[in-house]
């Protein structure tokens, strides 16, 4: 919870005076029991119609008066929570980019999501309740006692013996509900995953005729969720009725009482009425502060969870030390050194991980220089991917070393070592947005920059003969362009970077055989300079490449040219034929 009053302390004067507004509106409102009291026993004896209307005038003026106090102290309570909360989101949207690939594969997206909705949407509505009823309701409960002391003091007794029970019940359900509303939470993350899955993927369900398959995997894990909530429900709403029946049995007592010593002369029946007034006050206190319980044990679970996140060491992929990585003496651009690399298998948050896992990639050894092209081919699940995710350093290595230029990549900074690169992965991702801003992505580039890098790309005619030009509006994920057209905004957008090095992580799947190899012979022309990895289930994207790496299992079985792994590599050999038919 340390991080809401982090959050909440720059606004730390805004804070203080919507407190010290509502703490006035508070002890205002005790007084309107005061004054109702005064008139039924010393006013309306004097039977003088003036001062019955300038007390009654009085009354309404500070209920007014409360109600004005009350609602601009709630509206800068929203606003400190919503000002509080639109940073707190910001920060953790920031860790969560720069989160390594070990750390998102740890946390998990659908649970990176509900963090930064459901989760800061309970602590935005905490912050709120706290500076409202946080006030409110002690100040009513502890004004309501010493008021109904000083009208009644035998009264009053009444009401203390119940407060240590009541505080007692209400602490006892709120410690057993933060472990329950967090389980509420990662089966809230459960559910968000199979929405996502099943949202994104709807045409791949369909087209199987899966629908009733994960409709049952909906209900199985809604049910979980139910189950959860409602465990974490039950028990935080059992404080409600326990309390309603403490107060209840508190007001018949106040009530027979107070009958009593009216009767007996020792008290007036204004006081009573007051007292009853009182008495409610009290009991609103009781039920406000067992909401803000309620609340806490949310908000601590939720407050947990990004806490989590927000404690993520910010500096796990900074640069090494070069004195621990020394550089190499070497001509090539792309060094890779007898690399082998595991999937970390996440334990907790902490980043504990088990070390018994088998290798992706297994003594990977290549170079690269400047200007030349590799291909890597190889069946699905062979690390052709992995390759690119060390060179990038969204992973490091588990043993040997990557080099660029000489340097290990583990010294360089992600914005140096990444800053050359120019990349579209496997499943690469186009924004709603126009498809200038898709291709630019950020950076500023001149129309004749856009047209080129269109162009180089193949989709530069296409974009002229729209309406709209590069002011047309992509939907979500390109759902309105073909499968080609976003592979090749894709590739124009990794050309508008103008790289050294591009990567190209089967991004010419959707093109045909014509366009694909267009495709290449542009790069070969306009880039003469580039260095291009390409990943790739053809061997027609990658037979011109300068050099060429089969992988199978995570292990290199051939490398080198063409024509070489023709005659020395049976695996190549064998794809080449299945798909070219010999030829």
Partial sequence: MRYIGRYMKQFRWRVAGGVTIKFAGAVLELLIPYILEYMIDGVVPKERLSLIVLWGALMIGTALLVMLLNIYANRIAASVARD?????????????????????????????????????????????????????????????????????????????????????????????????????????????????????????????????????????????????????????????????????????????????????????PGVILAFLTYFNMILQAVMGINRIFMQYTKAGASAGRIGAILDLSADELAPADAAQYPPIATSDYIT???????????DSLSGET????????????????????????????????????????????????????????RTLSLSELRGQMGVVFQNDTIFADTLAENISFGKELTPEQLQTAADHAGIGSFIRGLPEGFSYQAAKAGANLSGGQKQRVLIARALAKQPSLLILDDASSALDYRTDAKLRSTLRKEYPALTTITIAQRVSSVKDMSRILVLEGGECIGYGTHDELLQGCPVYREIYESQMGGG
């Fill in 84 to 268: 509080s909360i639109r940073d707190l989101r910001h920060d953790l949207f920031e860790k969560t980019i720069y989160l390594t690939g070990t750390r998102f594969d740890e946390v998990t997206l659908p649970s990176l999501i509900s963090r930064m909705t459901s989760d800061t949407y309970v602590v935005q509505t905490f912050i709120g309740m706290i500076q409202r009823m946080g006030v409110r309701a002690p100040i009513m409960l502890v004004g309501g006692i010493l008021v109904s002391s000083l009208l009644d003091p035998y009264l009053a007794l009444l009401l203390l013996c119940m407060v240590p029970v009541l505080a007692g019940i209400i602490l006892f359900v709120s410690r057993k509900g933060i472990p329950l509303f967090y389980r509420v939470q990662e089966q809230l993350d459960r559910l968000t995953r199979i929405l996502r899955e099943n949202i994104t993927g709807v045409r791949v369900v369909k087209a199987l005729s899966k629908s009733d398959y994960e409709t049952r995997r909906y209900r199985e894990r809604n049910e979980a969720l139910t189950r959860a909530d409602l465990k974490a429900g039950v028990t935080m709403a059992l404080p409600n009725p326990v309390l309603n029946l403490f107060l209840n049995l508190g007001l018949s007592l106040v009530v027979l009482m107070g009958a009593y010593r009216v009767d007996r002369g020792v008290m007036q």
């Fill in 336 to 346: 890779f050194d007898r690399v082998s690399f595991r999937y970390p298998v996440p």
């Fill in 354 to 409: 088990a070390a018994d896992r088998e290798d992706c990639v297994s003594n990977i050894s290549f170079s690269l220089k400047a200007g030349e092209s590799l291909g890597i081919i190889g069946a699905t699940g062979s690390g052709k991917s992995t390759l690119i995710h060390l060179l990038m350093r969204f992973y490091d290595v588990t043993e040997g070393a990557i080099y660029v230029n000489g340097t290990d990549v």
